[in-house]
């Protein structure tokens, strides 16, 4: 028997889809996002695998002769949305952000293939060649030479626009010139839920920096003026790095040169993950590459070494004992920045709410570590908080009320991808 969330699920992955393409939600975001359009070919795949397939090479398709994939593609009518293409100005035949975002498509292109394999060879080579060559644009364009973990040049590209981790590399950012602009976000969300006016003026110099300098990325990754290494970034390139190594034993197995850069790849994040290990916190942290100092930040993406594939025993043990003590201060798992830290904030979007799909993840490397009671334990908080207030942006992790824009893409396909496969309500 399947429960009526479970079909309003399905009813959101359709209307956010645009044919080939889907959006996070209607009004706040009318854009493709990378990692939300990655994640939401988890939900087609359930739907119609063809759509799933078309979404995650849509995607692909917008990669620049760099090799970076941008965080926004401005498909069809993105009326309304700012900062539009205009204001990046990147010059790409597709109209695109000048930044990248959390690299998950080479695991979502894995899952896919696991349950249906593209019937095309010519368009899978395809992809996992666009795939190697975005993951060496982050090993060229965004590694740090100090902690050799990923850094990123704008908070947005996180993918965490607002966390703590980021407000010493935002301070450092001088507010430019800027044109008048008007803020859309504001249009359909309460502004204690998102981020500041001075945040934004920040956002849209750093974006001024890079068009100036005309998005040479190589560069960008040296001298943007925000510049912060990322547990999140470092975690996800890291688990990416593996599923794209077993697409191409599968499919590349004479294809000896890629191999071996994505094999250094997993090598030097891995020394990159096992860097942002700080004694202090006794978790894994944000490292500022500026001042060369670890932040004593915990945060949800903390929680990421079972998923990126390092597991060290003994650090494990003690990134056990702050995920319970956080889950005994939340009622909801896993809120994005620690609830007993000064900054925490339940409703301002990366600065304490629970979002389904870091969610998704933690539970997920939980799993596959055995760390079954903590990570069933996130994974019901999941339902519970879809169950009481449907499919939100983000929740509050101590009242559980759903924040930011409703019906959004990746919180429906969390839910039916993952959320519903361990459940005991409503599955087949
Ligand atoms: C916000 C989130 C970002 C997401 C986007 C679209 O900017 O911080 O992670 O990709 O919304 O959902």
Redesign the pocket.
């Known amino acids: 028997m399947k429960n009526s969330l479970y079909q309003s699920a399905i009813d959101i992955l359709n209307s956010n889809d645009r044919g080939t393409y889907s959006l996070?939600?209607q009004g706040l975001?009318p854009v493709q996002?990378?990692?939300?359009s990655a994640f939401a070919a988890l939900g087609y795949r359930l739907l119609n695998p063809t759509r799933a397939w078309q979404e995650v090479q849509q995607l692909a398709s917008s990669q620049w002769p760099d090799g970076m994939i941008p965080?926004i593609m401005f498909r069809g009518d993105h009326e309304g949305y700012f900062p539009g293409p205009e204001v990046w100005n990147t010059g790409q035949f597709i109209p695109t952000s000048g930044i990248t975002?959390p690299p998950v498509l080479a695991s979502v292109v894995r899952r896919l293939d696991e349950t249906h394999p593209l019937d095309d060879s010519n368009a899978m080579q395809d992809m996992l060649r666009r795939l190697v060559r975005w993951h060496e644009w982050f090993m060229q364009a965004r590694l740090d030479p100090q902690s050799e973990a990923i850094l990123i040049i704008h908070p947005?590209e996180s993918?965490?626009?607002n966390m703590s981790d980021w407000d010493c590399g935002m301070a450092r950012v001088e507010i430019a010139e800027l044109a008048p602009y008007k803020r859309r976000d504001l249009d359909h969300v309460d502004a204690s839920q998102r981020p500041t006016k001075e945040e934004y003026d920040r956002y849209l110099s750093i974006v001024k920096f890079g068009r100036d300098n005309h998005w040479k990325q190589d560069f960008l990754g040296k001298q943007s003026p925000f510049r912060m290494v990322d547990p999140g970034m470092t975690a996800f390139l890291l688990r990416s790095s593996r599923d794209l190594l077993a697409l191409l034993n599968n499919y590349q197995a004479d294809n000896t040169t890629a191999i071996a850069q994505v094999q250094q790849h997993i090598s030097t994040l891995t020394r990159g993950w096992n860097n942002l290990w700080n004694d202090k916190v006794n978790a894994y942290t944000a490292y500022d590459p500026v001042e060369q100092r670890l932040l004593d930040n915990v945060t949800s993406v903390s929680f990421m070494s079972c998923y990126a594939g390092v597991c060290d025993d003994t650090r494990h043990g003690k990134l056990m004992d702050e995920f319970d003590r956080i889950s005994k201060l939340a009622k909801y798992m896993v809120p994005s920045f620690d609830p007993a830290h000064a900054d925490f904030d339940a409703k301002r979007?990366?600065r304490g709410p629970v979002w389904l799909v870091i969610n998704n993840v933690i539970g997920v490397g939980l799993a596959e570590h055995g760390e079954t009671q903590r990570a069933e334990r996130i994974r019901a908080d999941s339902e519970q908080l879809v169950a009481n207030s449907d499919f939100f942006?983000y929740f509050n992790p101590i009242t559980g009320e759903g924040l930011g824009?409703k019906d959004?893409t990746?919180t429906a396909t969390v839910y039916l991808d993952w959320v519903m496969q361990g459940s005991k309500n409503g599955k087949d």
């Not at 996002?33 to 939300?36: A, P």
């Open positions: 996070p939600t975001y996002f990378n990692w939300d965080h975002q947005w993918g965490r626009d979007y990366w942006e824009g959004f990746w």
